[in-house]
């Protein structure tokens, strides 16, 4: 029950996100990915205990400086975004252990070798709505990797359990793309 109103509070953030007035680059009409994901998360930095907003992901596009590209007001894309229990779920299968917070995780996902190639794992040139995505039955993204899609199980190919786009949370539209929020992050498989 926790779980499903901090995934409502999610929404009720990104449909205001989508619809108020933010401080946007001047000739682009609305919110972009990057936006709506910061101000679901309530800003740059701004860690908690809701798994279900995007803290760790903005901290991870910040720290790698991938920030820019989903912020680019002239950019079409499609964002997998995995919440923050996908990340804490993530550093659980890593290390054995549940991070006691989310700067924790962060912290520890930021140690990856591959970590601007895991992040541009998430993210797909074109819009790509909920329903485009699973009648394709792949993903081509800007990491030159492929995942396969299986109803709403992305299959990366890792040892790790695959994520599922949370339809819920998905179809979130900004002015340069879609975001679809994901349970657990998807790590290019071997």
């Not at 790698?64 to 002239?74: F, I």
């Amino acid at each position: 029950m926790k779980k499903r109103l901090a995934l409502a509070g999610l929404a009720s953030l990104a449909l205001a996100a989508s619809t108020a007035a933010p401080a946007v680059a001047a000739g682009h009409d609305g919110p972009t990915i990057t936006d709506i994901a910061v101000a679901a998360s309530g800003g740059v930095g701004a860690y908690d205990t809701n798994g279900g907003d995007y803290d760790i992901l903005v901290g991870a596009l910040v720290a790698t400086g991938l920030a820019g590209a989903t912020a680019d007001p002239s950019a079409d894309l499609t964002v997998f975004a995995p919440n923050d229990e996908a990340f804490l779920r993530l550093v659980t299968d890593l290390t054995g252990s549940r991070p006691a917070t989310e700067q924790e995780a962060l912290a520890t996902a930021a140690t990856l070798p591959n970590l601007v190639d895991v992040l541009l794992y998430h993210v797909s040139a074109g819009e790509k709505s909920r329903t485009q995505v699973v009648k394709a039955g792949s993903v081509d993204t800007l990491s030159g990797v492929s995942f396969r899609v299986q109803g709403v199980n992305l299959r990366d190919g890792a040892p790790l359990a695959d994520p599922k786009i949370l339809p819920e949370f998905s179809n979130i539209h900004a002015s340069n793309g879609v975001i679809h929020t994901i349970d657990r992050v998807l790590v290019p498989g071997s």
